[in-house]
């Protein structure tokens, strides 16, 4: 190892030791992590968002086939209302913004997303909405186990993720 990255080890297990159980570190071991890491932290928000993106679209295809009533809906809803301003939002994380931005634009994008399906849901009539529960918690896992935030900005977005899921949900016109 070397000297420089042993010091941060030192100095992470010395803050450990001294917050039992909080996952808080002194400023300057904040900076220095977020200067060695927002590179890559960056272009994985990138990759994984793309990836993400790519995949909330397939359904295209689920909608084409089990609620062609709402095809049109769900083509404007996917590719206009959640794509177009959730790849803005990770193009500009990939070219770097301040931490605390990059953790509301990557929550924003989960909340968009969850938004989308939602409304989605909310326009499908018919068996269709009984099963779209199940998509809400695909994206409620992937916005907090493959997206990287904070803890409290995932919870938070969690939280909301959540609403808006009941709404979705719970409130069904059916």
């Known amino acids: ?13 010395a803050e450990l030791q001294l917050h039992h159980g909080t996952v808080h570190f002194a ?43 709402v095809l049109g809906q769900a083509v404007f809803v996917r590719l206009l209302l959640v794509t177009l301003p959730c790849f803005a939002f990770i193009s500009l994380i990939q070219r770097g913004v301040a931490p605390k931005v990059r953790e509301i634009l990557t929550a924003s994008c989960c909340l968009i997303v969850t938004a989308g399906a939602s409304l989605i849901n909310w326009k499908t009539r018919g068996e269709a909405a009984t099963y779209s529960g199940f998509s809400f ?25 959540t609403l808006i899921m009941a709404v979705g949900v719970f409130g069904h016109p059916s």
Do not use: H, W
């Open 1 to 13: 190892m070397t000297p420089k990255l042993l010091t941060l080890l030192e100095q992470v297990d």
């Open 27 to 69: 400023p300057d071991i904040e900076a220095r992590f977020e200067a060695e890491t927002a590179q890559a932290c960056n272009r994985q928000i990138f990759i994984v968002g793309s990836v993400a993106l790519l995949l909330f679209n397939a359904f295209l295809f689920n909608d084409y086939r089990v609620r062609p009533e």
């Open 137 to 161: 918690v695909l994206i409620l896992i992937s916005c907090n186990i493959v997206l990287p935030m904070q803890f409290k900005t995932a919870l938070v977005a969690s939280i909301l993720s």
